[in-house]
């Protein structure tokens, strides 16, 4: 069964720092791309960054870009989004999700998505 | 970067068809075939129910279409059933390996 469990998050100061973690199981995680996505209390779905399968290609949402860094370790099976620099408007559940299969591009579809780790950016 | 253009809410009742529109520009849902659309239940992560524009993953009904005209994305939930109700997004490929999404559109079976 495929499996992707997020871990990291928590409360941090406005101008604080904070690494997320996205454990993959259940497929051959080199050979696929990967993306983190965002979702503020109540509000809809915000893409933050993704790339393809060894990271090669890369991608950041305006919101993000020179704040996170996306990175993957394909010997560990681990997706990261090391987030610098946040705002209140960062407080988001943040979910990761797997790209389709190195054959496809990255950005062409996200299935299956983790649950989401809680980042909450609060004076 | 604006988010893709969605009615905030859509009902119908059971076995009737509901379509949802999600509109872009020609540099987003018009100009690329990198459109998907996800369900998201109450409390649960989003599920992928449509990607390149109108292809159904393994698994999701196929009750579930979608097709593109244009800047618009369009999906149709028919014969709908009460476990169809929730949120649901569109998200295109918007160039310069970025994705953007829609605001969501909230699907009540009446």
């Known amino acids: 069964e495929v499996q992707l469990v997020e871990s990291g998050g928590g409360v941090v100061r406005p101008g604080g720092s904070l690494r997320l973690s996205c454990a993959a199981s259940?497929?051959?995680?080199?050979?696929?791309?990967m993306t983190w996505v965002r979702q503020a209390p109540g509000k809809g779905l915000e893409w933050v960054s993704g790339?393809?399968?060894?990271?090669?290609?890369?991608g950041y949402a305006d919101s993000v870009k020179g704040r996170f860094t996306i990175s993957r370790d394909n010997a560990k099976n681990s997706l990261y989004l090391q987030m610098n620099s946040l705002r209140a408007e960062d407080t988001a559940l943040y979910h990761c999700?797997?790209?389709?299969?190195?054959?496809?591009?990255?950005?062409?579809?996200?299935?299956?998505w983790g649950q989401g780790t809680l980042v909450t950016v609060s004076s | 970067q604006s988010a893709l253009t969605q009615p905030p809410s859509a009902s119908g009742s059971p076995g009737q068809s509901v379509t949802i529109s999600c509109t872009g520009t020609s540099s987003d849902v018009g100009g690329y075939s990198y459109v998907s659309w996800y369900q998201q239940h109450p409390g649960k992560a989003p599920q992928l129910m449509i990607y390149?524009?109108?292809k159904r993953p393994s698994g999701v009904p196929d009750r579930f279409s979608a097709s593109k005209s244009g800047n618009t994305a369009s999906l149709t939930v028919s014969g709908l059933q009460a476990e169809d109700e929730g949120d649901y997004y569109c998200s295109s490929y918007a160039g310069s390996n970025k994705v953007i999404f829609g605001g969501g559109t909230k699907l009540t079976v009446l």
């Open positions: 790339f393809n399968w060894n990271g090669g290609d890369t």
């Open positions: 999700a797997r790209g389709p299969h190195y054959t496809s591009s990255w950005y062409n579809w996200f299935d299956p």
């Open positions: 390149a524009v109108s």
């Open positions: 259940g497929f051959t995680f080199d050979d696929y791309g």
